[in-house]
């Protein structure tokens, strides 16, 4: 039985919340520009293709561009470029040719500023330097004035990857979920296969790739079975992706358990994270190779429900200085080395004297990264997420929870970091508030120990009456990093009930007042 089976008053949003994981395995998750385009491009003949269209159009900016800003815009807006091109080049049946026309020009003219600054750097997303080369050479086949390849990155890659996937090599897990890159080859290759539920690498794009032709001649392949039921999600748009199971299961347990908010935990789906983690692990989904991040996450929520789970499988992310994401991984995330802190400690807690001494000894070695990584403002950055925010919330709780004594001093700089950067309205945020970020920022004020700063209080009640006001606005802006950045709606929602039951347990308000 789940501890939180026993508890009262029970949380209607919370019960809500869990209900929706159960219903939707395949996770929630915001559409992606980026990989709608990838879709425009290669599968015009599925369910959906003008409202994909039309979705491209919507979310291009007034300057011409798509995504955020500080370099996050480059590849849905590589991608969109292309994407229309794909559409007037082929002369599809699309109801505004000018429009499209007007979109190409304006997205060109902002791509060819961008890429002609030199010294541009780009946010660290998974396989951007294969995307941007392979969109690049794309468009490039299609205009008169070709766009430069940034510095640093260069086709010499893909056609390495395009001739291993000729000859029938097996790629690396992880390639396969950005197997779009592969061209022509991708399309079949021998040595991909898909998943028992039709999809390739757990991305619509990837998926679509390797299908090919194929998906408009057989109407009954898994694969365009798959591309179909994704595709209806958001009625022709589809999320850069899913499944996302393990991964959202995890953090959404791991959020409400951590700040104490009561649910009952369904058995089967308790169940179902155990049995997900094998020898190396879990993956976030069917298709995606088992990670670090996702495996501490999921032994973290089993540990907290009551359920824990040896995470000797963490052993194998090991490199000497600190734990990868997944074997290879190229960079460094502090936040999975605090999911890792996490699962290690809350683990060794509940053996006392019979943890094995190599869960001391690792916890107290990613204590020590994790102060070292530090930024001197106090907060930290990270690869898997654009917002300081969610890097400082887990590893300042990691830390406050199983850094002792010789952590508090960087806790108390997060703290502090927190109280300094709140907004005039109560909210949190890199490029503006938003609920996900408030919602960080309350658990680091309410999760960890008090420093005696008078600006406390006051700060949690403002980050509470932003959070209620704010209520029925949208989940928010996507800042996860993949592809391109995306909006895990469930997760960010889980994050921000547990900061309004933080909040109103503090505050002292009446339950009703504050419960989704």
């Known amino acids: 039985m789940s501890i939180h089976e026993l508890a009262s008053p029970r949380t ?20 992606s520009i980026y990989e709608t385009g990838r879709l425009v491009t290669l599968t015009p003949w599925l369910t959906g293709h003008a409202e994909r269209v039309d979705f491209l159009l919507a979310g291009q900016r007034a300057d011409g561009a798509w995504g955020a800003p500080d370099g996050y815009g480059l590849v849905p807006t590589l991608s969109a470029t292309e994407a229309i091109l794909a559409v007037l080049h082929r002369g599809d049946a699309y109801p505004d040719r000018a429009a499209l ?83 022509d080859a991708a399309n079949g290759a021998p040595a991909v296969h898909v998943t028992p539920i039709g999809t390739v690498g757990a991305s619509p794009a990837a998926t679509a790739a390797w299908l090919g032709d194929r998906g408009l001649l057989d109407a009954t392949h898994p694969a365009r079975r798959h591309l179909e039921a994704v595709a209806r999600r ?33 058995p089967e789906m308790v169940a179902d994270l155990r049995a997900a983690i094998g020898p190396v692990g879990t993956p976030a989904g069917a298709g995606l190779p088992a990670d670090a991040d ?34 290879g991984e190229q960079g460094f995330s502090v936040s999975a080395n605090a999911h890792v802190l ?22 107290a070695k990613l204590v ?6 530090q930024r001197p403002d106090g907060s930290w950055a990270d690869r898997w997420h654009a917002s300081p925010f969610y890097a400082t919330v887990s590893c300042a709780l990691a830390l ?3 850094g002792g004594e010789s952590a508090a001093p960087a806790v108390q700089r997060a703290v502090q970091w927190v109280l300094d950067t709140q907004r005039e309205d109560g909210s949190w945020g890199r490029w503006g508030g938003t609920r996900e970020e408030a919602a960080y920022a309350m658990q680091i004020l309410l999760l960890t120990r ?34 391109d950045l995306y909006l895990p709606s469930a997760i960010v929602r889980a994050a921000v009930l547990a900061a309004r039951h933080l909040a109103g347990r503090f505050l002292g308000t009446p339950a009703q007042t504050w419960v989704e």
């Not at 999320?239 to 009561?262: H, K, N, Q, Y």
């Not at 995470?311 to 997944?326: K, M």
């Not at 020590?368 to 990584?373: G, Q």
């Open 12 to 31: 209607d949003g919370a019960e809500e919340l869990i209900q929706g994981l159960m219903s939707r395995p395949w996770g929630q998750v915001s559409p």
């Open 342 to 363: 996490d699962a290690f400690g809350v683990y060794a807690a509940g053996r006392g004297e019979e943890a094995p001494g190599y869960y001391r000894t690792a916890i």
């Open 234 to 266: 958001h009625g022709g748009p589809v999320p850069v992706g899913m499944p996302i199971t393990v991964f959202e299961r995890g953090w959404v347990l791991s959020w409400l358990t951590r700040a104490g908010v009561p649910f009952e935990a369904p």
């Open 294 to 327: 996702t495996t501490a996450v999921a032994l973290y929520a089993l540990a907290a429900l009551g359920e824990p789970y040896d995470p000797a499988s963490l052993r194998a992310y090991e490199i000497g200085t600190h734990f990868c994401t997944w074997p």
């Open 400 to 402: 406050d929870d199983f």
């Open 368 to 373: 020590t990264l994790l102060r070292d990584h």
């Open 101 to 183: 026309e007007e979109s190409v020009t304006r997205a060109l003219g902002v791509l060819s500023r961008w890429l002609n600054e030199p010294g541009t750097s780009y946010p660290d997303m998974p396989a951007i330097e294969l995307i941007v080369p392979y969109l690049i050479t794309l468009i490039n086949d299609r205009v008169a004035a070709p766009l430069p390849i940034p510095e640093g990155m260069s086709t010499a890659a893909l056609a390495m990857i395009r001739a291993r996937l000729a000859s029938g090599v097996d790629l690396p897990d992880k390639l396969l979920h950005a197997l779009e890159i592969g061209g």
């Open 450 to 483: 008090p420093t005696g700063d008078s600006r406390h209080t006051d700060a949690v009640a403002g980050g509470h009456a932003y959070l209620e006001r704010s209520a029925d606005d949208p989940d928010g802006p996507a800042l996860w990093h993949d592809k």
